[in-house]
Structures are given as structure tokens and as C-alpha cells.
DNA sequence: GGTCTGTGCGGGAGCGCTCTCACAGTGGCA
DNA sequence: TGCCACTGTGAGAGCGCTCCCGCACAGACC
């Protein structure tokens, strides 16, 4: 069979090395900045490089180093409207930027469905990445296993379920769910309902657990009929709005577990002709963009995302670079940011 | 230097081999289905690999067959607003839904800026991915040239700004635009405004001149005061709203060339005490989740997502397996959903 | 019995790179 | 002058895989 490929075939480090009148080794000591090397053949093999535009074969260069100076962030989340969700914008954002200055490349790995997580495994294990990042995990989802057995650097972007010893950057979404009820509290609510995150995830289960600390802290009783599940959306947060509206309406403060869902929120409340906050105050969590804009604009938690992001990051380096040592895991301060709502 | 590595090394295609008794041509040849091996052998190298958990090495595999089985789908985005937009999310879903059933690995890339869109050059060049589908291309972007420099399978979401021989795929946004605005002269309407996308994108550009060419045609003037700048971002629809309100009060439509945007424009118009579509008729683009649940509903232009998405893999693959065709294009037919904002 | 086709399998080269090692050349110091 | 470091360089092995080629053997056919 010829090959009547039209592609041109890229130039190899030896061809680059015969137009350079050196060896193959002194090229590479000059593609990888060794000191080593005379600036007259640095100079000679550069610009035999700029004529043959030589791109270095990564695929040659990683069998060797067992490196492939990429890693993977997983965004493991079948809820399509989730992954809009501003959150998720700001951590790969923040984890680009801090990788923008070195030579290492992020890829984004989307999982809906488990067979999809299966698969962003197997990519893992095959060797195409050196480190992978993990967020948004469901408690039933097999990857950080998967991963965790394949030996494969991991950092997860909040804390696992069980007490795994797996590395992790996470806010302090208890505390700071706890915070926000005992801001409701202390400005005088006494029927105060929270909306929850999905309590498969880890955040929405330490909102909770925050939110119930506050009302156990204060002498309150917790009411169930006072918490509606959510999904971390918009729409979510209106629909479980309107439910907690149906089950009491005389309620008078709402802790929400998102600003995405607190949003939603407003605007079942604003149909259910409450004012905000005089009827009912509002506090959300995550401080998003949106949350200074909404009308009346919220009153939320912040979480730590520009110290968070740089952690992610730092943590799996350490970990792809210093192979074998402990995996080390840190928990961010979040804070309440006053606005109109609450 | 002794390796004092935790990480395990992982098995060969030679210990399989050994293990099950065969060479590490049979073991080849079973992990890539050869339909010449006795199933003895099969059985066995089966086992050897379960044994062994065994998982092939893809850049040994790659540097050979010259295929990464990887495809990058780039969002080429600086504004991180426009990142959390539903239309991106539907692509990236619609893509990865697509490559599920196949042994293709979907990677998603970022860029910030135009350092970042050279790191990404550099990465396909480099050799990781098989072919790229490029969203989001702005005027300026140097992506599309150093790809197709590059020789690299290229499939854009969108048409090039110049009438290069790329392949795309693209919804008929002129045409979309034309049946927005001539809904609006054909319900009676006087003074039509037009909030646009981004000029130095194409959906941006072809959308208005969309617009135009339906004022055009039923004999209307263009008036530049009638025309704002927004940035497909809700925000940006919000401000750019507000500015044609003050330009026109007396304005009784407006073509919004996205739905975020026209979100964004019937918040600033009930701020604005307007009534829609009594006072003034809203017509958006893109017919996303939100178009259905906003308030009023949102009249708008439907993209073929569900076309566009397997046609924007389909031309990819081809190019990746037939090289040296000539690269195809299509372009999707949009339509009116009529609801209650016009 | 001899030749031929087909099947299953193994040997071995080689993909493009890195990295160890050896070697020639230079200069410093006794 | 002799010895030792040190520096710049190249030869060559080898990373884990694929794939071409050739061999042994089985069965079909003259």
C-alpha cells in the first residue's frame, strides 16, 4: 500500500541534527535547555530548527520520561445545566492562569454518565496525563477509585466522602453554612429554611450539616419540613423555593446553598409576592458574579476561589514531582459578604 | 541514583506476553482485535492481562501508528462570562455525546488570550490530538492559521472571516437573523433595534447583517442609533438595552442576537417599566433552556444543535481518515419558535 | 508424494526521542 | 611534564509498542 498522505511529514530531531552538522544528543540538550552545550552549536541547531519549523514528537519524548507535562481537569457532572454554572468557569480559569506560565498544559475531561467516567479513566491510566484534578464528585462515582488504584496523582476539589487518603482543596463549607444561618439568626429570623446542594455531593452535605450546627448552636429546633434538596441550578433553587413556600409560608429567612440556586430563589419569591428581605431574607454561598447584581443584590458566603485554585494546582505538582510522599490537603476560610438580601 | 518510586510501574505488552505463554506480537494482536489468533491464545492473553492489569502505553502505541485517538474541541474565549453560555455547553455535550459509543477520547482546551491559543497550537502540533474543533473564533484569533499551517484535521464551529479553505460547520445565522426581524415588521411593529453579538465574530456580523437585510427588504431604513454592541453575555444584552433606550425611547422591538443577551434585555426593560411584548417585542437567538422560562417566554431562532453537533465530528473524522480531501462545510437551517415576547 | 494456499504465530526492525557513558580537548596545579 | 578535573560532544542502547516478513504446519488438490 503507498502512502499517499498529503500531510507532511514532520521533521524528526535527527534530520534537524544532520542540517546542523551536530549529533541527535546535542540537539536534544539544546530542545531541553541544557547548559552544556557551545553557543555556536546552541546557535546552529536553532536555526536549523526555525528552517525545518521542527516541533518536538511528544509522543517519542513521553515514552522515554514517562512525562507528559499535561494534566487533566475532570469535570465529572451529568447535570448539563451545572456545568455552566460560574463556579466551574472560575476553577478553569484559575487553574489555566496558574498554569499559563509554565510548560505544563491543562485539558478539560467532561464526564455525563459513568461509562464516560470509565473511560476518562482509562485515558488516565494510559499515560496521557501526568496528574488529574477532580471536581464535582457524586458519592457513587467510580473515578476517584479508578484513579486512586491506577497510582495516578490526584487532587480532589473538595473532600472525598469516606476518609480516604486522598489529596484535596476544599472550602470550609461547613463553617461557613453555619455562618450564614447564624447571620439569619443573629438579624432576628425565626423561621429560618435552608435550600440544600445535592446531598449525593460533599458540599451540599456540610452546607447542611452547617446549617443545622447554627439553628443546634442557637437553642433551634431542626425542622425538616424547613429543607428542600436543590441541584446547585437556577432552577432548581426556584423550584425548591416554591416548595418550602408551599410547606410553610410564614416563613421568614432562607439559607441557600448556591448563589446559581439563590437566584432562583429571588425570583420564586418575587412571584410569590414576598419582598427581599423584608418578608423573607436571602443568604447564598459562593459569592459568584452574579450575586452582586441580582436584585436585591445577595448577601452570601464567599468562598476563598483565588487561594483555592493556586492550591489545586501546587498540591498535585507536589505530588507528580515528589513521588511517594503523603498526600497533603487543605481546607479554605470562607466569608460573609453583607449586601441588601440579608 | 536508585528510584525510590511508590508509583507502580505498570505491566508491558512483553510480562503479558511471558505470562500467557505467546509473543508480544499475539498479545499485539489480541488488544487490537486481530481476527487471526487461535482463541487458546485469545483465552490466554486475556487472563495474562486481567492478571497482570494490564493497560496499554499510548504514546508507544502512538509514536508508531501515528494516531493519538484523542480529538480537542478549543473554546477560544476570553471573556469568561461567555464560557458559562448554555450554547457552549450544548456543543461540548453534544460533541462528547457523539465520540461515547466510539474509542475517541474528547479533550477540551481553553484560551484566555492569544498566548494561551499559541500553547494550544504548540500542544496539537506537538502531537496529542488527531484533528481540533474550534468554537468562539474572533478576528484576531492566530489559531486557525497556526493549525491549518500545521497540516492539523480542522473542523471550525462557525465560518472563517475570510473564505479560506477551512471546513466549518454553521447555523444560517443571516438567514435566522432576517426571519427575527421580518416577524417583527410582519406583527406591526415601527421602530426595530437590534442588539448584536460581538462584531469581530462572525455570528455577530452575519446576524446583523441579518437583521439589516430584513429592514432592507421591506423597504425600511437602517438606522446605526438602532444598533448596539453586545457581547452574547446577559450582562452585556442588560447594558446594551439600556443604552438603545436612551437613544430611542420610543423604540417598539428589538432583535436580540442571543438568548442570554435578550435575558439580560427584558431585565433592563422592565426596569425600564416596559411591558413585553405589549410596549416592546422581543425576539432572540439560539432558542436555548432559558428562552422557554424566562418571563415572557422567549421568542427566538432555533439552531440545529442536534444536526450540528455530528456533522462537526463527522467532517473531523473524515478528514482525519481521508487525507488529502478536500475539506467539506454545511451550513444548518435555523427557525422562528414563537412564543409570548413577540 | 509433491506442490500450493492459508492460518497462526514469532522474530526483529524501527517509530523519535532521552540519557548514560565514553572520549577528546582544554586548562589548572603540583 | 604529568596528572587531574571539567567541558562539550557523539555513539548507542532502549522506552513500549506495531507491523512486516517469514516459518511451521494443516489441509486441498493434482
Request: glycine share 6%.
Amino acid at each position: 500500500m503507498t502512502d499517499i498522505s498529503t500531510r507532511p511529514a514532520s521533521p524528526t530531531l535527527d534530520e534537524v541534527a544532520v542540517l546542523a552538522g551536530v549529533s541527535r544528543a546535542t540537539v536534544s540538550r539544546v530542545v531541553n535547555d541544557s547548559p552544556r552545550v557551545s553557543p555556536e552549536a546552541r546557535a546552529a541547531v536553532h536555526s536549523a530548527i526555525a528552517e525545518l519549523r521542527y516541533v518536538p514528537n511528544r509522543m517519542a519524548r513521553s515514552l522515554v520520561t514517562r512525562r507528559t507535562d499535561t494534566i487533566a481537569l475532570v469535570l465529572n457532572e451529568p447535570n448539563t445545566q451545572v456545568f455552566s454554572d460560574p463556579f466551574f468557569a472560575s476553577i478553569v480559569r484559575g487553574v489555566s492562569a496558574t498554569l499559563a506560565d509554565t510548560d505544563l498544559n491543562l485539558v478539560l475531561l467532561t464526564a455525563q454518565d459513568e461509562r464516560e467516567q470509565q473511560k476518562i479513566g482509562r485515558y488516565a491510566r494510559q499515560g496521557h496525563v501526568d496528574g488529574v484534578i477532580l471536581m464535582s464528585v457524586h458519592s457513587n462515582d467510580p473515578l476517584p477509585d479508578i484513579l486512586a488504584d491506577a497510582g495516578m496523582p490526584l487532587v480532589m476539589c473538595g473532600r472525598p466522602f469516606d476518609d480516604r487518603a486522598v489529596a484535596y482543596v476544599d472550602a470550609d463549607n461547613r463553617g461557613g453554612a453555619e455562618a450564614a444561618t447564624a447571620h439569619l439568626i443573629a438579624t432576628g429570623h425565626s423561621r429560618i429554611a435552608t435550600i440544600t446542594g445535592p446531598l449525593d455531593m460533599i458540599a451540599g452535605v456540610d452546607r447542611l450539616a452547617g446549617h443545622r450546627a447554627a439553628l443546634t448552636a442557637a437553642g433551634r429546633q431542626v425542622h425538616p419540613e424547613l429543607e428542600a434538596e436543590g441541584d446547585f441550578t437556577e432552577v432548581g433553587g426556584a423550584r425548591a423555593m416554591e416548595s418550602l413556600l408551599a410547606r410553610d409560608p410564614e416563613l421568614d429567612a432562607v439559607f441557600v446553598a448556591s448563589d446559581p440556586m439563590a437566584v432562583g430563589a429571588l425570583r420564586a419569591l418575587r412571584a410569590a409576592g414576598r419582598r427581599v428581605p423584608e418578608d423573607v431574607a436571602v443568604v447564598g454561598f459562593d459569592d459568584a458574579a452574579v450575586a452582586a447584581r441580582c436584585d436585591p443584590p445577595l448577601t452570601t458566603i464567599a468562598q476563598p476561589l483565588t487561594d483555592m485554585t493556586p492550591l489545586l494546582t501546587e498540591l498535585l505538582l507536589r505530588q507528580i514531582e515528589g513521588v511517594g510522599e503523603p498526600a497533603e490537603s487543605r481546607v479554605c476560610h470562607t466569608s460573609l459578604v453583607r449586601r441588601a438580601s440579608a
